[in-house]
Structures are given as structure tokens and as C-alpha cells.
């Protein structure tokens, strides 16, 4: 394949590292800080969660500075001869509005995150290990509402993004996932 139509090797360690880190840490929210009481026990998979959430927005901003200033990411090369002849599916049609929400989204998600930590003084119960400073209730602070209503859009958008992966690499037959590796 060539070299212009395939990502460097930091774009694609970058979109791998934030692929694996977004997936673990809205594991961690969803199946695990939510189903924890409000306690000590919550400090633990907390401090990850925040750390792994923090990592994010630096990939983010790291991702969106490179793109602006450094290179740009090659287009999609073209499909193969006659079958762009028919109009994409929606769904794929769809990603060109999706790839610069899939930033805003992560960006926010992490943002909000923080606009829970900060009042609610979670960077000096997990750095303290202090069970006491745990809020009994974390919906008392409204970020709370939209971190846990993003997440749920932020997995939509995932969606789309691998189900047109898929259609190209499998049903199109296109090497689309190759593109994003480091072979050949
Ligand atoms: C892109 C990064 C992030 C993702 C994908 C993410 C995902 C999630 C998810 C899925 C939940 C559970 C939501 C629900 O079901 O209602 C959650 C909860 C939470 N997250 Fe995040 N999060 C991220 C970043 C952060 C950051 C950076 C912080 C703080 C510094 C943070 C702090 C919290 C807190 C305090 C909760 C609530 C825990 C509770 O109610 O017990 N998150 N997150």
C-alpha cells in the first residue's frame, strides 16, 4: 500500500492507545463506579478511572495539535473502480461529522469529569486514600447528569465508527484497518 495512504506510526499508536484507554475507562464508569457505593471502596477504581480519563484529554489535545500543526492524517484513499459508483451507506456517510465529534466528545467527557472532581474534591480523597471525603451523593454536582448522558452518546459515535470499519474492510473488501497498522 502506499506510504501516503497509510498513517504514520504515532497517528496510529495514538488511535490505538486512546481506542484501548476510552474503552477501559468507560468500562471501569459504567460497570464499576456505578454499581459501587459510595465509599471507600469507590477510591480505588476512582483514582484509575481519573487517571486513565486525564491520559485521554492529554491524547486528545496531543492528537488535535499534531492534525493542526504538525501533519494531517491522508485522506480515505478511493474505493475500488465501480463500486464508488453507488452512493455510500448512510452510516458511512455519517463519519465525516462523526471523526471531529469523536475529539469534541472525549475532550468533553474528560472535561466534565473534572468539573466533578474538582468540587467535589476528589484529587485529595484518592491522593489522601481518605474514604470520609467520598461525596455520599455524586448527582448533587450537575456535570454529574451530563458525563453519564455523554458517555452514552460517546458509545453511539464509537459505534458508528466501528461498524464502518467493518463494511469497509469486510464487505467492501477495502484493507481499511491495515491502513490504521503498521505493516506494508
Ligand atoms: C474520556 C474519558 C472518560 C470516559 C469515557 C468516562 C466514562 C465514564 C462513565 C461511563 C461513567 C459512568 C456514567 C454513568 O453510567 O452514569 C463515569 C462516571 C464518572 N467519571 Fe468518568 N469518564 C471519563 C473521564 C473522567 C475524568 C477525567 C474524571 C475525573 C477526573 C471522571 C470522573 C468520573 C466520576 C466522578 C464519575 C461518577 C462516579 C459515580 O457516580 O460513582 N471521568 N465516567
Redesign the pocket.
Known amino acids: 500500500m502506499s506510504l501516503k495512504k497509510r498513517y504514520r506510526p504515532l497517528w496510529v499508536i495514538l488511535h490505538w492507545l486512546m481506542a484501548l484507554l476510552?474503552f477501559v475507562?468507560?468500562g471501569i464508569?459504567?460497570l464499576d463506579?456505578?454499581k459501587?457505593a459510595?465509599s471507600g471502596a469507590?477510591l480505588m477504581p476512582?483514582a484509575v478511572?481519573?487517571t486513565l480519563?486525564?491520559s485521554?484529554?492529554l491524547i486528545v489535545i496531543g492528537r488535535s495539535v499534531l492534525r493542526l500543526l504538525v501533519f494531517k492524517p491522508p485522506k480515505r484513499a478511493a474505493s475500488a473502480p465501480g463500486l464508488h459508483l453507488k452512493r455510500p451507506p448512510l452510516l458511512d456517510q455519517l463519519s465525516v461529522y462523526v471523526h471531529p465529534l469523536l475529539y469534541l466528545l472525549?475532550a468533553l467527557?474528560?472535561l466534565l469529569?473534572?468539573a466533578?472532581?474538582l468540587p467535589?474534591d476528589?484529587f485529595a480523597a484518592v491522593l489522601s486514600g481518605s474514604a470520609t471525603r467520598i461525596p455520599s451523593d455524586?448527582y448533587i454536582y450537575s456535570a454529574?447528569t451530563w458525563?453519564?448522558t455523554l458517555?452514552l452518546i460517546?458509545m453511539l459515535l464509537i459505534a458508528q465508527h466501528i461498524l464502518v470499519a467493518v463494511f469497509h474492510q469486510f464487505i467492501k473488501g477495502e484493507n481499511f484497518l491495515g491502513r490504521m497498522w503498521f505493516l506494508k
Open positions: 476510552v475507562t468507560f464508569g459504567l463506579l456505578t459501587t459510595d469507590k476512582l478511572h481519573m480519563g486525564i485521554i484529554l472525549t467527557m474528560a469529569g473534572i466533578i472532581a467535589a476528589l455524586f454529574r458525563h453519564g458517555s460517546l
